[in-house]
């Protein structure tokens, strides 16, 4: 091979290789998968006197820094998480029953983590819901 050929080769070859590592690197977002919810927990109903004041206390300082202060998903570290947490403000969210998001709330999945304990009064957990519901758009 001629010299210049050999340059032209490990030219293309390195910038192959860093388009390969940064396309990785900067991979997109995934969007959420479906997350269905057993029956029997889907249509728990909420406590008629959740309180949606104390859910926003209790969602600026567990919930906030993910989900953002208005549920949009743009919370400080939601940029670094692999799945996006979701935009709270949307039909397609609010369609969920209450019983639905105290589940997902209580158990959680893969980087949302599971409130059931970290938050163990389940009156508080209700109130989160509570003040999801005021997310609304
Ligand atoms: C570390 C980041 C993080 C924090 C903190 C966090 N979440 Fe999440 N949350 C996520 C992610 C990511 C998802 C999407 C998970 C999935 O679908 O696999 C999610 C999903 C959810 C869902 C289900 C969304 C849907 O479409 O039904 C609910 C409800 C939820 N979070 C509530 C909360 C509440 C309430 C808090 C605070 C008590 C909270 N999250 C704190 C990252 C977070």
């Given amino acids: 091979m001629k010299t210049t050929t050999k340059i032209a080769t490990i030219m293309v070859t390195a910038v192959i290789a860093v388009v390969f590592l940064f396309g990785n690197a900067v991979q997109a977002q995934a969007k959420a ?4 919810v057993p029956d029997k927990d889907k249509s728990v109903k909420a406590p008629a006197k959740a309180d949606a004041a104390a859910g926003k206390e209790l969602w600026a300082k567990h919930c906030k820094s993910c989900h953002g202060s208005k549920g949009l998903g ?3 570290k939601a940029a670094s998480l692999k799945t996006n947490p979701g935009d709270f403000s ?11 998001l105290f589940f997902r709330t209580n158990v959680g999945r893969d980087e949302m983590p599971a409130y059931e304990k970290k938050i163990p009064e389940a009156n508080d957990r209700w109130a989160l819901v509570a003040f999801m519901r005021t997310l609304k758009k």
Avoid: L, N, V
């Fill in 33 to 36: 998968k479906p997350w269905p």
């Fill in 74 to 76: 743009d919370g400080p």
């Fill in 90 to 100: 949307s039909a397609a969210f609010q369609a969920s029953t209450d019983g639905e």
